[in-house]
């Protein structure tokens, strides 16, 4: 903020201190209010905004630690300095206390005043923008509960928030505990549906003839045991959004079915003869490659195009290393708080094994692997211990156990590698500064190749 707009109201029940201190602040460029006492100051809070009060301490009526709790109650962002004639412990103790950003002496230098002044000013802004900062990375890195600074997933999300607003099917691609449910479950929380059912149904988890009775309903005597109607899931989701998980599992029969009710938008209870209209925003979702299963045969061409209307696909998590800290950060919050227990953090020689784990099973098996540390762990601190991570075959030399510093160095190589040696890029992605890592590259006897790659020197 420029000095223009800081505004600061000087307030005395003297006016030669109140004309000193406005000449002097005004000469720095403030704009500069004044008040005669305690009331006064509190109206002028409710007529306009104030950044700064310099208010005396010992004033008629209203005294300036009065002032000093009142203003803190109804504009605690409001810095205040208290001026005094007759400074004590007691009295700086109270102010301090009560909020004050500090107290100065009758008495003054317009020197110090001016310093003090501009170290507030500092601080406030210093504040806006650690405000500002937090609410752009609440933008950028989370999209309900999915949270990101992979520039690939925020591509991702991005479309996500943009198809949310239309009514348009939604393929999600990705693979198995990438989140493809959280996801449907964004878009339908950002879409004009939100206030209706969200429905998921996972159609890998039930046979053909059950899985048609889940999601078109049954007419009472449709088969043995139907004792009663029942809707489906395309009726409990009326008016807002039905999720087909694995819609790449379904058989060809239910194929055709659900190609119907897509072109007709009208759904038949199994055992039944009339059907009825649907309102439903369907997103469906699979972690096989649909294309290669239209073209081995196994998918309907027609519905895979019925269904991908807008496409997205999630990048698993071994694509997007760089995300590992961040999540890790989320998930120890709603685990330690799901398992009544306080955890600081992860080691360092434990990230880095997070770090050079291939994660098959993505965010899904990194959740679980924490929850298991978490529960095993001792200390406040996850160790690599509580991990219980085996490395992967291809990190491990032949006849040789793998030790920590080996994970790391690993690690480290594959990043500069990915980055072309851009020290800059990978120690973002490293989450480490770049002084860290050109020690690292040093102790681990790494050195930049041809092409800008880094590899291990002969000497190491």
């Not at 103790?93 to 020197?111: Q, R, S």
């Not at 198995?176 to 339908?188: D, I, M, N, P, Q």
């Amino acid at each position: 903020m420029s000095k223009k707009s800081t505004r600061i109201l000087v307030v005395d029940d003297e006016e030669i201190v109140r004309e000193s201190l406005s000449g002097w602040l005004e000469k720095d460029g403030h704009t500069i209010g004044t008040a005669a006492d305690g009331l006064a100051a509190l109206q002028a809070l409710e007529e306009k905004p104030w950044s700064i009060l310099l208010v005396d301490l010992k004033m008629p009526g209203i005294d300036g630690l009065e002032v000093l709790r009142r203003v803190k109650e109804k504009h605690p962002e409001t810095a205040i300095l208290i001026m005094t004639a007759y400074a004590t412990v007691d009295t700086a103790v109270k102010a301090m206390k009560l909020g004050a950003f500090d107290y100065i002496v009758k008495p003054f230098d317009p020197e110090e005043v001016s310093l003090i002044v501009e170290k507030i000013v500092a601080q406030q802004a210093l504040v806006r923008e650690n405000v500002i900062l937090r609410k752009a990375l609440k933008r950028e890195y989370q999209f309900h509960d999915l949270v990101t600074k992979s520039p690939a997933m925020l591509a991702t999300l991005e479309l996500a928030r943009i198809a949310a607003r239309s009514p348009s099917t939604i393929l999600i691609l990705g693979e198995s505990g990438t989140g493809k449910e959280l996801l449907a479950r964004a878009v339908h929380a950002e879409s004009p549906r939100h206030t209706k059912p969200f429905v998921a149904v996972s159609c890998a988890a039930l046979s053909e003839t059950l899985l048609e009775s889940e999601l078109f309903g049954y007419e009472k005597g449709a088969f043995t045991g139907a004792n009663a109607r029942r809707e489906g899931k395309f009726e409990s989701a009326r008016g807002g959004t039905l999720f087909l998980d694995e819609i790449g599992d379904i058989s060809p029969k239910l194929q055709q079915d659900l190609l119907r009710v897509l072109e007709e938008r009208r759904v038949t209870r199994v055992g039944g003869t009339e059907s009825f209209p649907i309102d439903v925003r369907i997103i469906a979702a699979t972690n096989r490659d649909l294309p290669k299963e239209v073209e081995e045969g196994r998918f309907r061409q027609d519905l895979f195009y019925r269904l991908n209307v807008i496409a997205t696909r999630l990048v698993p998590l071994r694509e997007r290393r760089e995300d590992i800290p961040l999540l890790v950060d989320t998930l120890l919050e709603q685990l330690g708080s799901e398992l009544k227990r306080e955890v600081e953090g992860v080691a360092a020689e434990a990230m880095a094994v997070l770090m050079a784990h291939s994660w098959p099973g993505n965010v899904r098996e990194l959740r679980n692997v924490l929850e298991r540390a978490i529960v095993v762990s001792t200390g406040p601190m996850l160790t690599a211990r509580d991990l219980g991570l085996t490395l992967r075959p291809e990190d491990a030399v032949p006849g040789h156990p793998v030790s920590l510093a080996e994970v790391e160095r690993q690690h480290i190589a594959a990043i500069l590698k990915q980055t072309a040696g851009n020290v800059t890029q990978s120690a973002r992605i490293l989450d480490i500064d770049r002084v860290t890592l050109y020690a690292k590259i040093r102790k681990y006897g790494l050195s930049r190749a041809e092409g800008g790659e880094f590899e291990e020197t002969s000497g190491r």
